[in-house]
């Protein structure tokens, strides 16, 4: 069973920078895409960015492009979010997911949460102004 654990999460002022981790284990994630979501109080669950495990290739919302950028350690197992020039609306729950066939939908593309069959519990992200 794949299992997902993030860390890293903490309080932070704006403008500062954050390191999230997500361990992933119980699987063989050649065909995967690992990919962060975050939820802020009241509010949908929001597509952030998407790597390809084999590939490396990256996709950004607009809304952190240029200032978050995803990685993977393949030795680790291991996804990371470097976020960069934090902002008080990054605050949220971030959530590290998984798809095993990396797929595209179109119209959406890889944004859909229910394209992700694998979810860990989420770690707090609180940026102050």
């Not at 999460?9 to 390191?19: D, I, K, M, T």
């Not at 994630?29 to 998407?50: C, D, H, I, L, N």
């Not at 084999?54 to 990685?71: A, D, H, L, P, Q």
Request: hydrophobic residues 30%; glycine residues 10%; charged residues 20%.
């Amino acid at each position: 069973q794949v299992q997902l654990v993030e860390s890293g999460g903490g309080l932070v002022q704006a403008g500062g920078s954050l390191r999230l981790s997500c361990a992933a284990s119980g699987g063989t994630f050649s065909t995967y895409a690992m990919a962060w979501f975050r939820q802020a109080p009241g509010k949908e669950r929001e597509f952030v960015t998407r790597i390809h495990w084999s590939s490396g290739n990256t996709y950004y919302s607009e809304s952190v492009k240029g200032r978050f950028t995803i990685s993977r350690d393949k030795a680790k197992n291991t996804v990371y979010l470097h976020m960069n020039s934090l902002k008080p609306e990054d605050t949220a729950v971030y959530y590290c997911a998984a798809d095993p066939l990396a797929r595209f939908r179109p119209g959406s593309g890889y944004t859909d949460y229910d394209l992700y069959d694998y979810w860990g519990q989420g770690t707090q992200v609180t940026v102050s102004s």
